[in-house]
């Protein structure tokens, strides 16, 4: 149902609107904080769509000089903040309104998941239920052990992000991730001819790039700006949790009703996906207890669509 | 070095050597051409697949999400594994004083070189962005696996270049003192240059027996880090089938297994075209078949650690992989190798009467096919089962089944492997003549 | 950039549901119809079933209050604070209705025990004037109810005594200032996403203050909070940056050296073991190459 919609010119605004860059009407480009005013040999122009809807000329060597501070910035992350998501799988009746806003955000084809709602079922004779995956943002991360580059890594907010700029599509974290929270641009992704002139955003990890890693971001650039992951407010069953654990409060994306982290996992006995690898997750399970579907019928979902999962 | 010789004796047993070792070199045959014709052929389709590849990206593979790594990773593994087998002929057995190795360790040597030279390109070949391997080197991470792998890499190679030029000296110092008529003369030069101005001088051997004897010693470390070090970039991850302690001895013990089936190949063909029935004899495909044997045991004894120890166990993920091994998909390209590749080659090999070229080199290309495959069998089963299900994906996210595209690309740096090792044998002596007139009582010194 | 987005999305979730849900009636049988609520009508029980709600109902139908109904559900869960809903339905078909379900919203039976969801239906009761208690729900209990009109509030940490301290600025009916006594009043702090309520429904002592003992929680690293104080009917709130705890310093884990870490950050034993070792590989090499170049001196000149 996504695939019709290219967002990239509604969200070329958000752009600039995000980084406090106004483009004046008369085409006179004001630069505040990392659009520098710089002008350059390189007199390529790309065009930009201002806040106001109007189209103006920006030479390409500034918006190079944008790429780097972007790229230093989302290296860096956001200081203070230790970022943690709760998922509470009472609550997922599997809309998947999560994968679809994710896979609209970050540019990704219907088969690329940075969050992918499993049916699972823990032994034979019990019950089903449904497990969104995004990446577990390990605080010991498989992942950015093995890469050769630095293109993936560890923010000091803990974020496990990608630079798909450096990324020389060797795969190993692929390998690495016991989650399986990684994919890969095999071909052309979805959105290369929108994208072309696009500055890369680290943090939205847009445009994808053919031969190059993507993941799950926890939405970094939206946390940036304060707001919750494109996940996390699609989701329409409260299944989300989301908040810095420095605060110890995690917020619901569906009723925005905010609690107290440690409240939430002492009381529900959370835990994370697989401990016994060491790989510190930062995303923690609410058990599904009490689920709001019927959990004997395994071949419909609360939808009456059928199911066709794969079990392990 | 037997009994001492008159010098008149000396210097026909020297003639008669340094002819039947250069005769090869000074002309090329109509059969050598067709070979070179056919690897080169097979390289033209290869690079041209590889074209598509580029153009398209890794989707003309069958690797995705789940089986990221395919077939070129290993034959990666493959490659490296063979290579190895430079260091277990000249190091370990050559520093042991086994003088049987003289004939063959050059063969071993240019394996080595032609092999290692190639696990560096497969790895570009696998790569999503080749045009961004000079990032290895700008942003090189020293906790990643790849980049030690990429230094001892580059490592093996210089020293298997050093290994193969150093004994070559003063053979390259004969070719230039006794070809000069007989060959075009941009080849001569080649020769006049590479011997460095060798004229057998004590001195020179002095210095060349001395720097040969430190290289060797040092191969060996690097050998046995090349290949754990490629054993860690599965052994280091959480896998089933790939998390394991005995990876790095297991890698290095089948590598020796399939490196010494690559050299009884090599020594068979070699012999057979170059007529060298009178050096590399069957005593020395005698040895070799007791050397696999060796090292096949080994290799044997890792196995069973390797699979008895969970196959006991049957945890979770263990028990999912190694069904598929045993009984599963992959049974028969399991048992196949396990058998044909190991069992088989050490049984048969026991017998005196199948340690003869022939027999020899019909085991060494079940030992070769059998190690290709057993890396297969190594990659791609573990990255089949993940440790979540699999879901929400096309069918063929479930599944590996390499594409025509992949299955060229793959046979065509192999290709060129065999390219690089016939170039090799072809324009220098695959024998040391100066070492095997050494061992025949010449005093190579004043004769050369 | 989502709006468009979100509408194409909820129109094909509509579509689905819209073709099941409308064409389902509720199933309630005649027996839950007559039921009537087995616990009494008092504040207790209607604060239980206010936490029940928020846990199991907000999700959807938003507060009973105000309505920020869950937009992304539809149908759209009605707000259920409002008279027409409060005036049709019995308390009996409020029962059946939440036990049974109906197209998107899941039957309630298994998940909540008929105490529980006869909590949730006093609570929701609370919001209709007009209600009148029946079967075992006793009159509600007397409560001396402020009259006056709460002008602002105030809020101050007394670090003496680690407490809150929200005053409320009232006028009586004749406009003359008063202390508002027994309003309830809500004390939130303010997170990254939302805002964490540390005390709820405090009632107001005899001074128009509410004391809330320290809920320990944790400030920014210069020492601060935003709290934001209410009335639990939202009318009136306050919203300010205190002085509370102590400064922290965030230990930024970029700062040590893991093998997790960026190649800048690079355990230094695996550094130094690294490169010693290719070091003095590499000075072999250099080495056996100088060899060369002395086998070269040597030669017949």
Redesign the interface.
């Known amino acids: 149902m996504s695939q019709n919609i290219t967002p990239e010119v509604t969200s070329r605004r958000n752009f600039l609107k995000k980084f406090g860059i106004t483009v004046g009407a008369a085409g006179a480009v004001t630069s505040l904080g990392l659009l520098s005013a710089c002008v350059n040999d390189d007199d390529e122009m790309v065009s930009l769509l201002t806040t106001d809807g109007q189209t103006v000329q920006v030479k390409k060597s500034q918006l190079k000089v944008n790429l780097v501070e972007m790229q230093e910035r989302g290296r860096e992350g956001i200081p203070g903040k230790k970022y943690v998501m709760v998922i509470d799988l009472a609550k997922c009746l599997n809309a998947r309104l999560c994968m679809a806003a994710c896979q609209g955000a970050h540019h990704l084809k219907p088969e690329q998941h940075h969050i992918n709602v499993l049916q699972m079922q823990n032994a034979e004779g019990t019950g089903f239920y449904y497990q969104p995956k995004p990446c577990m943002h390990c605080d010991n991360p498989p992942c950015t052990k093995v890469c050769p580059v630095d293109a993936t890594f560890k923010r000091q907010d803990g974020i496990v992000l990608i630079d798909n700029e450096r990324c020389i599509g060797c795969r190993f974290c692929i390998a690495a991730c016991p989650y399986s929270a990684r994919v890969f641009n095999w071909s052309e992704p979805k959105y290369v001819e929108g994208d072309e002139n696009r500055v890369y955003d680290i943090e939205l990890n847009v445009p994808q790039k053919k031969g190059t890693i993507s993941k799950c971001l926890f939405s970094a650039d939206q946390l940036r700006v304060g707001k919750l992951p494109y996940c996390v407010s699609a989701c329409p069953n409260g299944t989300y949790w989301f908040g810095d654990a420095n605060e110890d409060a995690v917020t619901n994306g569906t009723s925005k009703e905010t609690v107290r982290l440690s409240t939430l996992l002492h009381e529900n006995a959370a835990y994370t996906l697989m401990p016994e690898l060491g790989t510190k997750p930062r995303v923690y399970y609410l058990p599904p207890k009490d689920r709001l579907f019927d959990y004997q019928n395994t071949e419909k979902n609360y939808l009456g669509e059928e199911e066709h999962g794969h079990h392990a | 070095m037997s009994e001492i010789k008159s010098q008149e004796e000396q210097k026909v047993i020297f003639e008669k050597i340094r002819k039947d070792i250069l005769r090869p070199v000074m002309s090329i045959s109509y059969g050598y051409k067709l070979w070179v014709g056919i690897l080169l052929t097979i390289i033209a389709v290869a690079v041209w697949a590889y074209y598509y590849q580029l153009r ?4 003309v593979t069958a ?4 089986v ?2 395919g077939m070129y990773i290993a034959t990666f593994v493959f490659f490296v594994a063979t290579a190895l087998v430079g260091m277990l002929i000249s190091a370990v057995v050559g520093l042991l004083g086994k003088k049987w190795i003289i004939p063959i360790s050059r063969i071993a040597e240019m394996i080595a070189l032609a092999f290692v030279m190639m696990a560096g390109i497969i ?1 570009v070949v ?5 045009d ?2 000079l ?2 080197f ?11 792998d ?2 001892v890499v580059t ?1 093996y190679v ?2 298997s270049m ?1 290994l193969l ?2 004994p070559l ?1 003063p053979d390259l110092g004969i070719m230039r003192n006794h070809l000069k008529k007989d060959i075009p003369a941009w080849q001569w030069n080649i020769y006049n240059i590479l011997s ?4 057998g ?1 004590p ?2 051997y002095k ?2 027996h ?2 040969i004897r ?2 060797l010693v ?1 191969i060996i470390p ?1 050998a046995l880090a090349i290949h754990t070090v490629t054993s860690w ?2 052994a ?4 089933a089938g790939w998390d394991s302690t005995i990876f790095g001895p297991y890698y290095v013990s089948g590598a020796f297994v399939a490196g010494s089936g690559a050299v009884l190949i090599a020594m068979y063909f070699i012999r057979k075209a170059y007529k060298l029935e009178e050096y590399i004899t069957d005593e020395s495909f005698n040895m070799m078949g007791k050397l696999l044997v060796l090292v096949s045991l080994v290799y044997l004894y890792f196995n069973l650690n390797e699979f008895l120890v969970p196959g006991y166990k049957m945890k979770t993920a263990d028990a ?1 992989h190694l069904h598929t091994l045993f009984v599963g998909k992959y049974a028969f390209m399991f048992w196949a190798t396990q058998i044909g590749g190991l069992f088989l080659p050490i049984f048969l090999s026991l017998f005196r009467k199948m340690r003869k070229p022939f027999p020899m080199m019909l085991i060494g290309i079940a030992v070769v096919l059998g190690a290709w495959f057993k890396r297969f069998i190594i990659i791609i089963p573990t ?1 089949i ?10 069918q063929e ?2 599944e590996y089944n390499p594409t025509g595209i992949e299955i060229t690309i793959t046979i065509g740096v192999i290709a060129i492997s065999v390219l690089i090792f016939t170039i090799l044998v072809k324009l220098f002596p695959v024998i040391p003549i100066w070492e095997t007139a050494h061992e025949k009582g010449v005093d190579i010194e004043k004769n050369l | 950039m989502h709006t468009i987005y979100k509408l194409v999305i909820y129109s094909s979730i509509s579509l689905l549901w819209v073709g099941s849900v409308q064409a389902q009636n509720w199933t309630i049988s005649e027996e839950e119809r007559a039921m009537k609520m087995t616990v009494e009508y008092t504040e207790a029980i209607q604060t239980e079933g206010k936490a029940i709600f928020e846990k199991s109902c907000k999700m959807c139908h938003g507060d009973l209050i105000v309505s920020p109904v869950n937009d992304r559900v539809l149908p759209i869960a009605p707000n259920l604070g409002a008279t027409s809903i409060q005036s049709a339905n019995s308390d009996g078909e409020f029962y059946g209705k939440i036990s049974n379900g109906k197209g998107g919203m899941p039957p309630f039976k298994a998940a909540l025990s008929p105490d529980d969801l006869w909590k949730v239906i006093a609570y929701l009761r609370t919001s209709y004037a007009a209600y009148v208690p029946q079967g075992a729900a006793a009159p509600s209990e007397a409560v001396a109810i402020f009259e006056g009109t709460i002008k602002s509030l105030t809020t101050t940490f007394d670090t003496a005594a680690k407490q809150f301290v929200v005053q409320l600025n009232a006028v009586d009916l004749a406009g003359n200032p008063t202390y508002a006594m027994n309003v309830k009043v809500d004390l939130l702090f303010k997170t990254s996403f939302g805002y964490l309520p540390v005390a709820k429904g405090v009632k107001s002592n005899s001074k128009g203050q509410v004391l809330i003992a320290d809920p320990n929680i944790q400030p920014d690293s210069t020492g601060h909070i935003i709290v934001k104080a209410q009335t639990a009917d939202l009318a009136v709130s306050e919203e300010k940056v205190i002085a509370y705890g102590s400064p922290w310093v965030w230990d930024s884990p970029l700062n040590h050296r893991s093998l997790w870490g960026t190649s800048a950050n690079t355990p230094i034993w695996l550094l130094a073991t690294y490169l010693s070792v290719v070091l003095g590989v590499w000075i072999t090499i250099f080495w056996a190459i100088l060899q060369l170049f002395r086998i070269w001196m040597l030669r017949e000149r």
Request: net charge positive; proline share 5%.
């Open positions: 398209d990206g890794l989707m690797m995705r999400d789940y990221s790594w790895i696998d790569m999503g962005r080749p961004r391997l990032n290895v700008i942003h090189g991470r020293f906790q990643s696996p790849i980049f030690w990429i230094t490592t210089t020293i050093l030029f150093l000296l460095l101005g060798w004229v001088t001195n020179q210095i060349l001395r720097t430190v290289l040092l690097v970039l599965s280091a991850t959480l896998r999912v990255l089962h993940a440790h979540l299900p699999i879901q929400n994906v096309p996210f479930h």
